[in-house]
């Protein structure tokens, strides 16, 4: 295919960075070209055809079927990279691909990244980039050691409410998995677990940072009030992100 082509099958389908996108394809090569801009046509995300998706800077590997992560999380990173320094331990947690444990790694050289995720295809993409990804339900996941040791838990766990997935944009309804989307009848069940248990994790004066919505922001933050941690929510309107924090005593 020409990039004239490429562009024309990409606008045609209603694609609204059409040059930008047909300039992504391209540079995959020749060889099955034509395959991908169908399957975009069709509706898959982007990165799952490049493989990889931007980040903080970085191209961040994503294989087909594993949640692609959003602009909206690199606040997530921007808030917890500076309360982390060498040596201490930081938790990826329902990590995906890996995006926000590689963007901490490479922010704050010698932190003992650690990412976990339920879903095993989901830990073996992390795994081609970080070198502890555990597999397992929330904090079974991790090594026993860890607990009362980890400085910083970044949570970027599934918070759309049940009711509500059916109204997502078909690249994101069809193509990820519902296990990462699917947060429960109001989309804070999994922040419930996580500030229940979080505790048991955090070294003293450790930190909990949760990515929510600013609708369903001040669930996030009682939920980790209850869990007995002094709690404030961050937002950044030009990234429409908001995280709910919680430090421990």
């Known amino acids: 295919m020409t990039p004239e082509e490429v562009v024309a099958d990409l606008r045609a389908a209603g694609c609204v960075f059409?040059?930008?996108?047909?300039?992504?394809?391209?540079?995959?090569?020749?060889?099955?070209?034509?395959?991908?801009?169908?399957?975009?046509?069709?509706?898959?995300?982007?990165?799952?055809l490049l493989g990889w998706a931007a980040f903080d800077g970085?191209?961040?590997?994503?294989?087909?079927?594993?949640?692609v992560p959003r602009r909206r999380t690199e606040y997530l990173v921007d808030l917890a990279a500076p309360l982390l320094g060498p040596g201490d331990v930081a938790v990826d947690l329902c990590c995906g691909c890996g995006a926000v444990g590689i963007a901490l790694a490479a922010r704050v050289p010698g932190a003992e990244v650690h990412a976990a995720d339920l879903d095993p295809v989901a830990t073996a993409c992390a795994a081609r980039s970080l070198p502890r990804v555990h597999t397992g339900d929330l904090f079974a996941a991790l090594p026993p050691d860890l607990r009362g040791r980890v400085a910083v838990i970044a949570v970027n766990a599934p918070y759309v409410p049940t009711d509500e997935i059916a109204m997502m944009p078909a690249e994101a309804r069809d193509h990820e998995p519902r296990t990462a989307l699917d947060g429960g009848h109001d989309g804070v069940g999994f922040h419930r677990r996580i500030t229940a248990e979080a505790p048991h994790w955090l070294a003293p004066g450790g930190h909990?940072?949760?990515?929510t919505s600013r609708r369903q922001a001040p669930l996030t933050a009682a939920a980790l009030t209850e869990a007995g941690l002094t709690t404030q929510v961050h937002h950044d309107p030009e990234r429409d992100s908001t995280i709910a924090h919680g430090t421990a005593q």
Request: proline share 4%; glycine share 12%; charged share 35%.
């Open 208 to 211: 909990l940072l949760i990515e």
């Open 58 to 67: 970085a191209r961040v590997p994503v294989d087909t079927g594993v949640f």
């Open 18 to 48: 059409a040059e930008d996108e047909a300039g992504l394809l391209l540079e995959t090569g020749a060889e099955g070209l034509a395959e991908r801009v169908r399957r975009r046509v069709a509706g898959e995300p982007l990165e799952h």
